[in-house]
């Protein structure tokens, strides 16, 4: 059973930087693209970012090039998405979420992130 646990959220002030980390557990996620998710208060759940887990191009929400990052380290398992330059808009649960090639199925629990003003 593919398990995906997020952690690193938090409360930050504006400008400052979180790296959120989501380690994969259940199975070998060599054909998977891991994403990253998030959801504001009374929005919808919206693309962040992604990044095949095999390696390759990583794409990102337009609105969020330049400040948010997305790696993977495959010696733990983990994918990271390192957030510059936060702003109070980016406040959101953020999940982590794999896609074994037919549609994100598999989400993690989310994690806060809050960001001061």
């Known amino acids: 059973q593919v398990q995906l646990v997020e952690s690193g959220g938090g409360l930050v002030q504006a400008g400052g930087s979180l790296r959120l980390s989501c380690a994969a557990s259940?199975?070998?996620?060599?054909?998977?693209?891991m994403g990253w998710f998030r959801q504001a208060p009374g929005k919808e759940r919206e693309f962040v970012a992604a990044?095949?887990?095999?390696?390759?191009?990583?794409s990102y929400a337009d609105s969020l090039k330049g400040r948010f990052t997305i790696s993977r380290e495959n010696a733990k398992n983990t994918v990271y998405l390192q957030m510059n330059s936060l702003k109070p808009e980016d406040t959101a649960v953020y999940y982590c979420?794999?896609?074994?090639?037919?549609?994100?199925?598999?989400w993690g629990q989310g994690t806060q992130v809050t960001v001061s003003s």
């Open positions: 979420a794999g896609n074994p090639g037919s549609g994100w199925s598999n």
């Open positions: 259940g199975r070998t996620f060599s054909s998977y693209v």
């Open positions: 990044i095949p887990w095999s390696g390759g191009t990583t």
